[in-house]
């Protein structure tokens, strides 16, 4: 694991113990496992706290490990060719991270840091590794994560990549309303880092915005006004 803070769960060995099952009961890849398979696993897991800014793993290292977040959040990210922050997904509790490595070591190309102080679950290369040839069901669910995920980086790196500040701003804002037609609790640097631009870009698209009529800007409030406006620029 990375080498800022971490420090032991601070539990005692029974509270530890609950804590883990439920944790990994709620994992979808341990789905459908019989109770002592549970136990076999929750014995392989070491329950650690991390500070906020921890670092997992950055590019070329490798996690050596499966990480569950129990607590907390975390954000797996790279960086453009600027130097700039491009977030490909945010972790929250009850998701495992750090599966990719476990299949392909050249396909870890992203940073994963703590955003929030956390509570994780880690569970070795080693014993992941036994896990999986133990039990292909558990194998089969990792793979068709790992697909998805590489199927979203993709979609990411690509909108950093080939889109104009307009649409990849219009598109983070309608994929973090989540349907709605408010986005409330985000900063523009905070937009700035989903989207992958300089905060000042995002301010001036997001005036822009404003005055065409496609949203109204409060403090740390983005109200959508126009979507299918907003779309058609998110599709430029």
Request: glycine share 8%; charged share 25%.
């Amino acid at each position: 694991m990375g080498k800022s803070n971490s420090l032991s769960s601070g539990l005692v060995p029974g509270e530890e113990s609950s804590l883990k099952l439920h944790l990994l009961s709620k994992v979808d890849i341990f789905r459908d496992l019989a109770q002592d398979e549970m136990h076999t696993i929750e014995g392989m897991v070491k329950m650690v706290t991390c500070k906020k800014g921890h670092i997992f793993y950055r590019p070329e290292e490798g996690a050596e490990v499966l990480f569950l977040l129990k607590r907390g959040k975390v954000q797996v990210y790279t960086l453009t060719s600027e130097g700039k922050r491009l977030i490909i997904e945010t972790i929250d509790p009850g998701t495992f991270f750090g599966e990719m490595p476990l299949t392909a070591q050249s396909m870890h190309q992203a940073f994963a840091e703590a955003v929030e102080d956390s509570l994780i679950c880690v569970l070795s290369r080693g014993d992941m590794e036994r896990l999986l040839l133990e039990k292909p069901q558990v194998a089969l669910r990792l793979v068709d994560s790992l697909s998805r995920r590489l199927e979203e980086t993709r979609i990411r790196l690509e909108e950093a990549t080939f889109q104009n500040a307009a649409a990849r701003v219009s598109r983070a804002i309608l994929r973090l309303a989540q349907g709605t037609l408010e986005l409330s609790g985000l900063t523009h640097q905070e937009l700035a880092d989903a989207t992958g631009l300089y905060r000042e870009t995002v301010t001036n698209v997001l005036n822009r915005l404003q005055a065409q009529g496609l949203v109204e800007l409060g403090k740390k409030k983005i109200i959508i006004l126009g979507r299918v406006g907003l779309q058609a620029v998110a599709e430029i």
